[in-house]
């Protein structure tokens, strides 16, 4: 089959598409022919081993202390079951499906366990549309539900609610029945009130100088710490970071044993039950993409080069259009 490989760490024009073989099919497995997938933050951030703050040692010693442990990158996917394994109930040969993996969507074919983070494509999806949707999606839904347990009525901020995870925190705040106020540049208001948002603040101004008080603050963008955020938290809000550093293990350690405002992080890992319900949000129309551009396997360098410059939307990758 034919890959894109991350040979070692460097700028997207490190990518390069190659022949290696078909991956083997197990007992329990199911080989997916991938249609599409992103390319996201996390991608790009693995490619040019941009681990930040205190990840940077624990990046390299999960992903590969000098060049990418594995070298097939792409974690979300969709495409078409083009065989399963002889204990697999669930799919079978001709299923569209769509999911996540820790690595190896960058290619024509992807093996992935049956019980793994994957569903049926939702109804009135494409397969990029749907392979767009759950990096954001289960990163939102995973901090939102799981980690801040949003409740109807509640007020969540969104710092940097327009990029890769932002434009999903929203419609998902909004599905939990929160009031958002969206932070983000002036020019993404338009984006962001269309996907939901009640309140705008630019993010050129202080959002600490706001006299309203949040049961949330969700910290996309890293432009905050949960010192700084107290003053704009409610008595029992919640400070949530996508950004691990020493500070922020810190403040989640030391405020799980109060009572008052709390700082919570987590690593979003999804998994079969949690994409399920959002295929049946997708499936409503509860939730929706917002594409950028797609380019061919081929031309994933420019794919990756055209992600770092933070379009409107997800750029994607088409597997199947590289023969
Ligand atoms: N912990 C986890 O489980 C988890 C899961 C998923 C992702 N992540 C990490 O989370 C990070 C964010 O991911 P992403 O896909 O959302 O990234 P992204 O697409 O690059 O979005 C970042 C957004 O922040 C905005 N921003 C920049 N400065 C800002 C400011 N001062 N105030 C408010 N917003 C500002 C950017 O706007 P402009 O474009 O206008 O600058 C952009 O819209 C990545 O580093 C990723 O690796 C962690």
């Known amino acids: 089959m034919r890959a894109a490989i991350t040979p070692q760490y460097g700028p997207a024009a490190v990518l390069q598409v190659t022949q290696v ?13 991938v249609h599409a997938s992103p390319v996201t933050a996390g991608d790009r951030r693995v490619r040019a081993a941009d681990f930040p703050g205190a990840s940077a040692a624990v ?65 009135g999806f494409d397969y990029a549309q749907a392979a767009a949707v759950p990096y954001g999606a289960i990163t939102a839904m995973y901090f939102l539900q799981t ?25 998902v705040a909004k599905l939990l029945g929160a009031k958002v106020t969206a932070v983000c540049s002036p020019k993404d208001f338009e984006l962001v009130q269309e996907l939901g948002a009640d309140a705008v603040l630019d993010y050129n101004e202080d959002f600490r100088k706001q006299s309203e008080r949040f049961d949330v603050v969700f910290d996309l963008a890293d432009v905050s710490g949960f010192g700084d955020c107290k003053e704009v938290l409610s008595p029992k809000g919640r400070y949530l970071t996508l950004y691990i550093s020493l500070a922020v293990l810190a403040h989640v350690a030391w405020t ?20 399920e319900r959002l295929a049946t949000w997708m499936s409503e129309g509860r939730i929706r993409p917002v594409m950028a551009q797609a380019y061919p396997l081929l031309e994933i360098s420019a794919a990756h080069a055209l992600a770092e410059q933070r379009p409107k939307g997800e750029v994607m990758v088409l597997p199947i259009l590289a023969a």
Do not use: C, W
């Open 147 to 171: 980690l801040a347990e949003v409740q109807p009525g509640e007020s969540v901020l969104l710092l940097g609610a327009a990029g890769g995870v932002g434009r999903y925190a929203i419609q």
């Open 21 to 33: 073989p078909d991956p083997i099919v197990g007992e329990n497995e199911v080989l997916v022919q």
């Open 256 to 275: 799980s044993m109060g009572s008052g405002p709390s700082a919570k992080f987590g690593v979003a890992l999804g998994d079969r039950e949690q994409l």
């Open 59 to 123: 990046g390299r010693l999960m992903m590969g202390v000098l060049r990418p442990r594995n070298p097939i990158q792409g974690t979300m996917f969709a495409g078409e079951v083009v065989a399963v394994g002889s204990k697999v109930s669930r799919y079978s040969a001709g299923d569209q499906v769509f999911g996540s993996a820790d690595h190896g969507a960058y290619a024509e074919l992807l093996v992935r366990p049956e019980d793994s983070t994957m569903a049926t494509l939702p109804k």
